[in-house]
């Protein structure tokens, strides 16, 4: 059997994706939990007196917390298996990557398992995210500095 009889019989075998399905339940999915971070925006802001420019690192790290507690009753792996990238490409994801990997690594103990492995997937988005905030403040000082933008 060669290489394009083989791709043939996977395509006559393999089940076809549902395509438009996926993508209605990631954008339904990933609208919801923007939805959900916009709700605890306006909490922040009407019960803690945050602004809207202040009220961003609160509603971040109160998303990645619930994702990372749901990802500790497993509850996150379900609503990632049925909206797929829905639940991937918010904040959430972020929080749902590291608790995983912790997880992962929980029986070769706390040092060499859950510290080794809980930034196996985020580190490199930790890493970027520097790296590109060191960037854009550096040409913002720029701008800055020949007086095109202002603080």
């Known amino acids: 059997m060669n290489e394009q009889q083989y791709n043939t019989l996977k395509e006559q075998i393999s089940p076809k ?10 954008f339904v999915v990933g609208g919801i939990i923007c939805c959900v ?19 961003g690192n609160p509603t971040v790290a109160t998303m ?7 990802t500790g009753f497993g509850l996150y792996r379900k609503l990632g298996q049925f909206a797929g990238a ?27 398992g859950v510290g080794s492995n809980m930034f196996k997937l985020a580190g490199s988005v930790i890493l970027f995210g520097v790296v590109s905030a060191f960037f854009v403040t550096l040409v913002k000082l720029i701008l800055v500095s020949v007086g095109v933008v202002s603080w």
């Open 64 to 70: 990645v917390f619930l994702a990372m507690l749901l």
């Open 17 to 26: 994706t549902p395509l438009a399905i996926n993508c209605l339940k990631a």
């Open 86 to 112: 829905g639940s991937a490409v918010p904040v959430t994801g972020f929080g749902n990557a590291v608790v995983s990997s912790a997880i992962e690594g929980k029986s070769e103990g706390f040092v060499l």
């Open 37 to 55: 971070g916009q709700a605890i925006s306006f909490f922040y802001m009407i019960f803690f007196d945050f602004t809207e420019k202040t009220v």
